[in-house]
């Protein structure tokens, strides 16, 4: 098919008094991961549940594969939730075998178990696995059907920094063989890792899309690291200085107008070292999106 894989057009939805989504497009191309980013309550939950047709829009219209999600659209798709409720007594290999039978093709329990890296998980109850194995056989879960589209809700809450390389690496791989993948995560380094495109929500409106280059453009804030002998709090209070924060022995100050707040700096400070100036990232720019657009 040619055009987007999964799309919402226009579509609101309420909650009673609660206006969870307001006149939000967004569409999914085949072989791309989108980041949908947002505070809590922005709406992320809700899109994703219209996408799956688990909700109907209050307004406006959700399109799975060319055609309003239903359980045939839903044979084609993933999904890795924040909650989920799996029977503790059953085996990995068990829930893996129940269902991968759901999907015309799915991959065998080792296949599944080895693309996700829980291969020594397979005999193991899962009710008797730590919290970050759980979310790892959850992964093998979502992708044990070949999905088309994958929807991973804050995948690697509760894994070491191992295990998410892993789930990362795995990730990227499924990209590379065309899976359309959304991920909805608070580490915003791992929107900045694995996305093509980011979408930030906020109030259940669509403030911003793009990729992370031009998700960053949009602000005007910089970083700049030095080291210094002069407080945290001096600079802290500084005109244009939204943050100050040390590691590794410098300073880390996120900052607008950086032109001027370096000359302060140097002016403050003759003996300043090691001074970097570079773009804001990711996270700064969620902040100023979230915060100062969906006013």
Request: charged share 20%.
């Given at each position: 098919?040619?055009?987007p894989?999964?799309?919402?057009?226009?579509v609101?939805?309420?909650?009673g008094?609660?206006?969870?989504?307001?006149n939000?497009?967004?569409?999914?191309?085949?072989?791309?991961?989108?980041?949908?980013?947002?505070?809590?309550?922005a709406?992320?939950?809700?899109?994703?549940?219209?996408?799956?047709?688990?909700?109907r829009?209050?307004?406006?219209?959700a399109?799975?594969?060319?055609?309003?999600?239903?359980?045939?659209?839903?044979?084609?798709v993933?999904?890795?939730?924040?909650?989920?409720?799996?029977?503790?007594?059953?085996?990995?290999?068990?829930h893996?075998e129940?269902?991968?039978?759901?999907?015309p093709?799915?991959?065998?329990?080792d296949?599944?178990?080895g693309?996700?890296?829980v291969d020594?998980?397979?005999?193991?109850?899962y009710?008797?696995?730590?919290?970050?194995q759980?979310r790892?056989?959850?992964?093998a879960?979502?992708?044990?059907?070949?999905?088309e589209?994958?929807?991973l809700?804050?995948p690697?809450?509760?894994?070491?920094v191992e295990?998410?390389?892993?789930?990362?690496?795995?990730?990227r791989?499924?990209?590379?063989?065309?899976?359309?993948?959304?991920?909805?995560?608070?580490?915003l380094?791992e929107?900045?890792a694995?996305?093509?495109?980011?979408?930030?929500?906020?109030?259940?409106?669509?403030?911003?899309?793009?990729t992370?280059?031009?998700i960053?453009s949009?602000v005007?804030?910089?970083?700049?690291?030095?080291?210094t002998?002069?407080?945290?709090?001096?600079i802290?209070?500084?005109?244009?200085?939204d943050?100050v924060t040390?590691?590794?022995g410098?300073?880390?100050?996120?900052?607008?107008?950086?032109e001027a707040i370096?000359?302060?700096?140097?002016?403050?400070?003759?003996?300043?070292r090691?001074?970097?100036?570079?773009?804001a990232?990711?996270a700064?720019?969620?902040?100023e999106?979230?915060?100062?657009r969906?006013g």
């Open positions: 098919m040619s055009g894989i999964a799309q919402l057009s226009a609101t939805k309420r909650f008094s609660v206006q969870a989504l307001d939000l497009t967004l569409a999914i191309g085949r072989g791309e991961v989108v980041a949908l980013l947002g505070p809590n309550g709406g992320k939950s809700t899109a994703i549940a219209l996408l799956l047709g688990l909700q829009p209050d307004a406006g219209s399109c799975l594969f060319g055609e309003a999600p239903s359980a045939a659209t839903r044979r084609r993933g999904v890795m939730m924040q909650e989920v409720g799996l029977a503790p007594e059953m085996k990995v290999r068990e893996i129940l269902v991968a039978s759901y999907y093709a799915a991959m065998s329990p296949q599944a178990m693309l996700t890296h020594s998980l397979a005999q193991r109850p009710g008797k696995l730590s919290g970050g759980k790892l056989v959850q992964f879960i979502a992708v044990c059907g070949r999905p589209l994958l929807f809700d804050e690697t809450v509760g894994l070491d295990a998410r390389g892993l789930l990362w690496a795995t990730v791989q499924l990209r590379s063989s065309g899976t359309a993948i959304v991920l909805t995560t608070h580490y380094e929107a900045e694995l996305a093509d495109r980011v979408a930030v929500l906020a109030r259940g409106r669509l403030v911003a899309s793009g992370v280059s031009e960053r949009v005007d804030r910089k970083r700049i690291i030095c080291s002998e002069l407080a945290p709090d001096d802290r209070s500084w005109p244009g200085v943050s040390h590691g590794e410098r300073l880390h100050l996120t900052v607008r107008n950086a370096v000359r302060r700096l140097l002016a403050a400070d003759s003996e300043v090691d001074l970097e100036v570079m773009r990232g990711l700064e720019a969620f902040t999106l979230t915060q100062e969906a």
